[in-house]
């Protein structure tokens, strides 16, 4: 148990589908993440939201949509997906100080 | 831009054999280099955090060790329960990003 919790699991999506992925920090942390970790490559930050404002979007296609409705839930609305988007989904919490990230067991997502 | 290498990409010891794990970083300011160790299937589980240069932390048989360029991740007497895959990541001061290496598998053999 690592405080924070991650639904579903595992994903099966068709292309044209619309599902959501969502997070919960039982830390009392500020910040919270969304990562994506693709097989053979490292951690790929999405988003990052401090005190429900969103600080950081990597550059991500807008069929990914982040929504942070307080600090202790993070949710990633996903639509009309493509088969590369499959991978695994981490949502993660950090206090400013000291700063490490604590991360959920993650979502592992297939889209066909 | 930050980055971060890891290396060996993947280590194969016999259990009882002692080893390092490299992580080799830039970064313009370093806020703090964090090691974590992510089993298959699951998310990365949090191990240390270093600050600065000639700082050490240890736990169990696991000792991290920080230097303006790199950090080393020791494994003494390694059990089999300790395979796992071993991410490095570092954080500057100026953002709120982590930057994550691509990581080492480690797999002890009994």
């Known amino acids: 148990e690592t405080g924070v919790t991650q639904t579903p699991r595992h994903l099966v999506m068709g292309m044209t589908n619309k599902k959501s992925l969502k997070c919960e920090q039982h830390?009392?942390?500020?910040?919270m993440y969304w990562y994506k970790q693709s097989a053979k490559k490292p951690l790929e930050l999405m988003f990052v939201y401090n005190f429900k404002e969103q600080t950081e979007n990597n550059s991500v296609p807008s069929r990914f949509s982040p929504e942070c409705p307080n600090s202790s839930h993070l949710f990633l609305h996903l639509h009309t997906l493509q088969p590369e988007d499959s991978a695994l989904y981490l949502c993660?919490?950090?206090?400013?100080?000291?700063?490490?990230?604590?991360f959920g067991e993650g979502s592992r997502l297939t889209v066909l | 831009e930050d980055q971060v290498t890891q290396s060996p990409e993947a280590l194969r010891l016999q259990e009882g054999e002692s080893s390092s794990l490299n992580c080799s970083y830039t970064?313009?300011?370093?806020?703090?280099l964090f090691w974590y160790r992510q089993d298959p299937g699951k998310g990365p589980e949090f191990l240390f955090t270093?600050?600065?240069a000639g700082e050490e932390k240890e736990k169990e048989r696991l000792k991290a060790t920080l230097t303006k360029k790199e950090s080393f991740l020791h494994i003494t007497a390694p059990k089999p329960e300790d395979s796992a895959t071993y991410l490095c990541?570092?954080?500057?001061?100026?953002?709120?990003?982590?930057?994550f290496g691509p990581g080492t598998r480690l797999s002890v053999l009994p």
């Open positions: 993660a919490s950090s206090q400013e100080t000291p700063g490490e990230l604590f």
């Open positions: 970064v313009s300011g370093l806020r703090g």
């Open positions: 270093l600050y600065s």
């Open positions: 990541a570092v954080r500057d001061n100026y953002g709120q990003n982590f930057v």
């Open positions: 830390l009392g942390h500020n910040a």
